[in-house]
């Protein structure tokens, strides 16, 4: 059986590429490298399988068919450096590398083309990107979008551990009237959306709108079934959310088809649907599920070409699926 190599096996990413490996078909074996704080040689499990952790060395990497870069990018890169087989990038490190390909099989399977693997470093593309591409393009086939605003609502698992430890601590101190910790956001998240983060903190909102933007940029414009979808107008904003996705899109069309035809046209095995009849879902109850999920969808009062859609996202699990598809494709 053909071996995998995992940088950053406990990250949020991590885990969920553990979870996928352990449960899908045709399987393939998952080395478990040590990153940031984790300790060589602890005992975790892949499903039920005990492995205990290796430490991130040119050997434990040598003879690893492809390697997934879940860590922090200082792990990343020194991982990076050591690999000689293919490596798939789920953090970003790899994106200013002109090597570097964008990866989505689950929007490339549409062209109908063979995947190419003969590049070294497979980068995922974003996963709100791969959402918003899923959608768009759906919608492009059956009904030519004229144009479209969407609003991404960011949870604070964009920036791992790190981003949901403080939005819970921030939650927490609140309500005790304490002061709280703001290292990564530099602005209070818990019971409030931002815009921006604060001047202090190590990253930017604008980064990640941008990089949706590059990426969805690049996921419309690849051939198959619903190319040609014009790019949205993006706004990101940071939600006091955990995990998952959720984006409020507002799309006008050549000819509005009505909610039922659009209801209908979106169905697909990565697309489900909540007609009318059932609430609209939720970040939440999205948690660990596949695709994405669309729900009250409703035609604009103001606008009778364009409609309301509510969409959300699993980012882990819709990250790490495509990267487990590539890793099949390599392997």
């Known amino acids: 059986m053909n071996t995998a190599a995992l940088v950053g096996s406990e990250s949020l990413m991590g885990r969920e590429i553990r979870d996928i490996v352990a449960t899908t078909e045709p399987g393939f074996a998952l080395r478990l490298i040590a990153a940031d704080q984790e300790e060589p040689g602890r005992l975790t499990r892949v499903g039920d399988e005990l492995a205990a952790l290796a430490d991130l060395s040119v050997l434990n990497l040598a003879d690893a068919s492809a390697v997934f870069l879940a860590g922090s990018a200082e792990f990343n890169r020194k991982a990076l450096g050591m ?17 570097a390909r964008l990866r989505a099989p689950v929007i490339e399977q ?22 918003l591409a899923l959608f768009l393009r759906r ?25 949901v430890e403080e939005l819970q601590q921030q939650t927490v101190s609140l309500l005790s009237f304490k002061n709280m910790p703001k290292a990564v956001f530099d602005a209070q998240l818990s019971f409030s959306l931002l815009a921006q983060y604060g001047a ?18 690049t996921l419309l414009a690849m051939p198959g079934e619903g190319e040609g979808a014009p790019m949205p107008s993006l706004r990101v904003v940071q939600a006091p959310v955990f995990h998952g996705y959720s984006f409020s899109a507002w799309v006008e069309f050549d000819g509005n088809p009505g ?21 609209p879902p939720t970040n939440v109850g999205q948690a660990g599920q596949s695709g994405i999920t669309i729900g009250a969808i409703a035609p ?26 590539v890793a099949k494709e390599i392997l």
């Not at 969407?150 to 949870?155: A, G, T, W």
């Not at 604009?300 to 598809?325: K, M, Q």
């Open 110 to 131: 549409e062209s109908g083309e063979e995947p190419d693997t003969e590049g070294n470093i497979h980068l995922i593309a974003h996963p709100a990107a791969i959402a």
């Open 139 to 163: 919608l492009q086939m059956h009904d030519p979008v004229r144009r479209s605003v969407i609003q991404v609502f960011v949870p604070a698992s964009e920036h791992g551990v790190q981003g």
């Open 200 to 217: 202090e903190a190590p990253s930017k909102l604008e980064e990640v709108e941008l990089r949706i933007e590059r990426h969805l940029a």
């Open 83 to 99: 690999a000689a087989s293919p490596v798939i990038d789920l953090t970003f490190v790899t994106e200013d590398r002109p090597e």
């Open 259 to 279: 909610v039922e035809a659009l209801e209908n046209g979106l169905a697909t095995p990565h697309i489900d649907v909540r007609t009318a009849e059932f609430e």
């Open 300 to 325: 604009d009062r103001n606008e009778p070409e364009a409609c309301w859609f509510w969409i959300v996202a699993d980012n882990f699990r819709l990250a790490a699926e495509n990267a487990v598809a």
